[in-house]
């Protein structure tokens, strides 16, 4: 008895039926998606049809994201894995140049990338079989929560946060040290001033101006509401009590906006004072403090580093209060507004 042979297409027993509907884009350069953005778009849609997948363009910074930019961007540099190793989110992200600044740029790009173009990005870039997505997609969770872990490890001190380091020296009001944050290696200065010092020493600036005293930080359009109609009630009510800030905060909510905004326009001006005066504050105190430090280095006495200015370090420190107090007044102005 004679059988009739047959031909079978042998296919992989863990392929999914999506390898199949792709696989004749296998054989479409990646350089022929990133110069052709019709192409692209026209891929991109095909892939997530064949998928099931909804296909809806994120809204970033107020608009639709180019998906076929962030897709050169990414890949330009390696994939998505190599850019979250290599910690370069916020470079793809800038490089669109959003009207309103991304702060969480390494979730934004994650979440983005991650629905709309990994698993493009590994059938077309890498040109692997889709059989083996899984793997990367598992080696990226890992990743990410690797790279969780290491900005933990390295953000940014806060007040009142305590820290262990080394004391490399000691000059006449305290210590010159060094400290580990992450992997970051930070040098600075801890002061230790005595009760009587510090009196003696604010009798002494108050008398002087304090030339050394961070620039003052910048006024809210609230705060220049206040000032002006506190000196206009005053002279209308000489000898008078005058209105309680309760009374001005109620004033300040019942003013048009129309009104409002001199007071806006004058916090704005206000800024870039306290920015420039800011500049030339820590230029300044940097080279205070490296005066101590050199001086330090090459073994001179406590009192030829103290003549550098003992307060210069501390008032170096506040400047970055200063700052912060100064984006607080910013946005408290635009939630006033």
Same mark, same amino acid.
């Given at each position: 008895?004679?059988?009739?042979?047959?031909?079978?297409?042998?296919?992989?027993a863990n392929a999914s039926a999506l390898d199949n509907d792709v696989s004749s884009h296998m054989s479409m350069l990646y350089q022929d998606i990133v110069r052709n953005p019709e192409l692209f778009w026209e891929m991109l849609r095909d892939f997530h049809e064949s998928s099931d997948k909804k296909f809806k363009i994120p809204?970033?910074?107020?608009?639709? #994201?180019? #998906?076929?930019?962030?897709?050169?961007? &990414?890949?330009?540099?390696?994939?998505? @894995?190599?850019?979250?190793?290599?910690?370069?989110?916020? *470079?793809?992200?800038?490089a669109f140049n959003f009207k309103t600044t991304i702060t969480n740029?390494?979730?934004? #790009?994650?979440k983005?990338?991650?629905?709309?173009?990994?698993?493009?990005?590994?059938?077309?870039?890498? %040109?692997?079989?889709?059989?083996?997505?899984?793997?990367? *997609?598992? $080696?990226l969770k890992l990743l990410i929560e690797k790279s969780a872990n290491r900005d933990k490890d390295s953000q940014e001190l806060k007040p009142g946060t305590v820290i262990t380091g080394i004391i490399d020296g000691k000059f006449e009001s305290g210590y010159l040290i060094s400290t580990k944050?992450?992997? *970051?290696?930070?040098?600075?200065?801890?002061?230790?001033?005595?009760?009587?010092?510090?009196?003696?020493?604010?009798? $002494?600036?108050?008398? %002087?101006g304090d030339s050394h005293k961070p620039p003052k930080r910048q006024r809210t359009g609230y705060n220049f509401f206040v000032a002006e109609q506190s &000196? !206009?009630?005053?002279?209308?009510?000489?000898? %008078?009590? &005058?209105?309680?800030?309760?009374?001005?905060?109620?004033?300040?909510?019942?003013?048009?906006?129309?009104?409002?905004? &001199?007071?806006?326009?004058?916090?704005? *001006?206000?800024?870039? !004072?306290?920015?420039? @005066?800011?500049? %030339?504050?820590?230029?300044?105190?940097?080279?205070?403090?490296?005066?101590?430090v050199a001086a330090t280095?090459?073994?001179?006495?406590?009192?030829?580093?103290?003549?550098?200015?003992?307060a210069s370090q501390e008032n170096l420190a506040k400047t970055d209060a200063c700052t912060s107090a100064s984006s607080a007044a910013e946005t408290e102005d635009e939630v006033s507004q």
């Amino acid at each position: 008895m004679s059988t009739d042979s047959s031909q079978f297409e042998v296919v992989p027993a863990n392929a999914s039926a999506l390898d199949n509907d792709v696989s004749s884009h296998m054989s479409m350069l990646y350089q022929d998606i990133v110069r052709n953005p019709e192409l692209f778009w026209e891929m991109l849609r095909d892939f997530h049809e064949s998928s099931d997948k909804k296909f809806k363009i994120p809204i970033v910074g107020g608009k639709s #994201l180019d #998906l076929h930019r962030l897709f050169n961007e &990414v890949t330009s540099r390696g994939g998505l @894995e190599k850019v979250i190793k290599d910690r370069r989110c916020k *470079e793809v992200i800038d490089a669109f140049n959003f009207k309103t600044t991304i702060t969480n740029s390494a979730f934004v #790009l994650r979440k983005c990338y991650l629905k709309m173009l990994f698993e493009f990005e590994h059938l077309y870039y890498f %040109q692997a079989p889709l059989s083996t997505f899984w793997e990367k *997609e598992k $080696a990226l969770k890992l990743l990410i929560e690797k790279s969780a872990n290491r900005d933990k490890d390295s953000q940014e001190l806060k007040p009142g946060t305590v820290i262990t380091g080394i004391i490399d020296g000691k000059f006449e009001s305290g210590y010159l040290i060094s400290t580990k944050v992450g992997s *970051e290696k930070l040098k600075g200065m801890l002061y230790h001033i005595s009760p009587e010092t510090k009196r003696g020493k604010k009798k $002494a600036k108050s008398s %002087q101006g304090d030339s050394h005293k961070p620039p003052k930080r910048q006024r809210t359009g609230y705060n220049f509401f206040v000032a002006e109609q506190s &000196v !206009r009630i005053k002279a209308e009510n000489a000898g %008078q009590k &005058v209105s309680s800030p309760k009374n001005l905060g109620n004033m300040w909510t019942n003013l048009s906006e129309s009104d409002r905004k &001199v007071y806006y326009e004058k916090s704005r *001006e206000d800024g870039k !004072r306290y920015k420039m @005066e800011i500049l %030339q504050y820590r230029s300044l105190m940097e080279s205070r403090v490296a005066e101590i430090v050199a001086a330090t280095d090459a073994g001179t006495s406590a009192s030829a580093a103290e003549t550098a200015d003992e307060a210069s370090q501390e008032n170096l420190a506040k400047t970055d209060a200063c700052t912060s107090a100064s984006s607080a007044a910013e946005t408290e102005d635009e939630v006033s507004q």
